[in-house]
Nanobody, 116 residues
Framework: QVQVVESGGGLVQPGGSLRLSCAAS????????MGWYRQASGKQRELVAA???????HYADFVKGRFAISRDSAKNTVELQMNSLKPEDTAVYLC??????????WGQGTQVTVSS
């Protein structure tokens, strides 16, 4: 059984903050990397941030300095702290997990809406 569950989305005003959480459960596999994509209405899905089991991180240019990704390897969770949110950050944010067997798993997504 593989489960990927996101939480923490919601409505926030421009300049505000949200923290997204993702919990992954793998029965027999180990996690190689976890991260977040987002997809705004009518637009392509794009990578936001990622973190490997070794702690290496990657950020999209449009979130550098505003978002931070972290992980708790013991609990198989990843957090995305989002600060200084802008209306263009509005999207469905999807957590993904890459196993050590190179399998990809997705969460159902959580809606983030930034508006006045």
């Amino acid at each position: 059984q593989v489960q990927v569950v996101e939480s923490g989305g919601g409505l926030v005003q421009p300049g505000g903050s949200l923290r997204l959480s993702c919990a992954a459960s793998l029965s027999t596999f180990s996690i190689y990397a976890m991260g977040w994509y987002r997809q705004a209405s009518g637009k392509q899905r794009e990578l936001v941030a990622a973190i490997t089991s070794g702690g290496s991180t990657h950020y999209a240019d449009f979130v550098k300095g505003r978002f931070a990704i972290s992980r708790d390897s013991a609990k198989n969770t990843v957090e995305l702290q989002m600060n200084s949110l802008k209306p263009e950050d509005t999207a469905v944010y999807l957590c993904y997990v890459v196993s050590d067997r190179a399998y990809l798993y997705w969460g159902q997504g959580t809606q983030v809406t930034v508006s006045s």
